[in-house]
């Protein structure tokens, strides 16, 4: 499995940025799949996640003001990042649950960093006010 993150970048304060991440060796639509970030000197911190079905998940910090989607022909999951703040800026990685699930457990666990087995190498983003 491979996931290619890519799309960041620099953006003014209230700008918008997406990210995307494309995926080869498995197939976005039968997985669940997670943005996190890592700003300097930090954890690891989940944004947002989508799961088959289409349930969306976000941490309380970007309700509102970011989206994540797929595009199952591309394989591809994105996050739309609007009302960007100075504190958005971090590394941000996309990862995928391996797991093939026929029932759905809580927000915990797509919220949570160890679910998730494979990630990509993390792109850039900078906001500056």
């Known amino acids: 499995v491979q996931l290619q993150a890519s799309g960041g970048g620099l953006a003014q304060v209230g700008g918008s940025l997406r990210v995307s991440c494309a995926v080869s060796?498995?197939?976005?639509?039968?997985?669940?799949m997670g943005w996190f970030r890592q700003a300097p000197g930090k954890e690891r911190e989940f944004v947002a996640a989508i799961r088959p079905g289409g349930k969306t998940y976000y941490a309380d910090s970007v309700k509102g003001r970011f989206t994540i989607s797929r595009d199952n022909a591309k394989n591809t999951v994105y996050l739309q990042m609007d009302s960007l703040k100075p504190e958005d800026t971090a590394v941000y990685y996309c990862?995928?649950?391996?797991?093939?699930?026929?029932?759905?457990?809580?927000?915990?666990?797509?919220?949570?960093?160890?679910?998730?087995?494979?990630w990509g190498r993390g792109t850039q983003v900078t906001v500056s006010s």
């Open positions: 060796g498995r197939t976005v639509f039968n997985h669940a």
């Open positions: 990862g995928l649950d391996a797991t093939f699930r026929s029932s759905w457990p809580d927000s915990n666990y797509y919220t949570d960093r160890r679910t998730y087995d494979s």
